[in-house]
Nanobody, 129 residues
Framework: QVQLVESGGGLVQAGGSLRLSCTAS????????MGWFRQTPGKEREFVSA????????????SYADSVKGRFTISRDNAKNTVYLQMNSLKPDDTAVYYC??????????????????WGQGTQVTVSS
């Protein structure tokens, strides 16, 4: 049984930082694509970032939505089966529930939510102005 558990959300002032964690169990996730998405009420789930496996050992490519590029950084600790999202220079528009997800099929469409197979429960991030 695959499980993803996010943590690290909270309330922060604009300009502040948070680090989200997503710990996976049930598989060795070093061989799979991992993604972060976010969602606000009434809107579709939005791509934030992905760490995609190159197919070679532990080499990954990191991708970001334009809205977070230069402010957010995705990283992995394979020994802990954990993926992180470091969020700096936060803005009120970053307020959302953040979800991590795993793609077990190495899809090239890493920014598409439907390409992911399992999801965490989400963690709320609120940025005050």
């Amino acid at each position: 049984q695959v499980q993803l558990v996010e943590s690290g959300g909270g309330l922060v002032q604009a300009g502040g930082s948070l680090r989200l964690s997503c710990t996976a169990s049930g598989r060795t996730f070093s061989l799979y694509n991992m993604g972060w998405f976010r969602q606000t009420p009434g809107k579709e789930r939005e791509f934030v970032s992905a760490s995609t496996w190159s197919g070679i050992r532990t080499e990954y490519a990191d991708s970001y939505a334009d809205s977070v590029k230069g402010r957010f950084t995705i990283s992995r600790d394979n020994a802990k089966n954990t993926v992180y999202l470091q969020m700096n220079s936060l803005k009120p528009d970053d307020t959302a529930v953040y979800y991590c997800a795993v793609d077990l099929h190495a899809s090239d469409m890493y920014s598409i939510a439907n390409e992911y197979d399992y999801w965490g429960q989400g963690t709320q991030v609120t940025v005050s102005s």
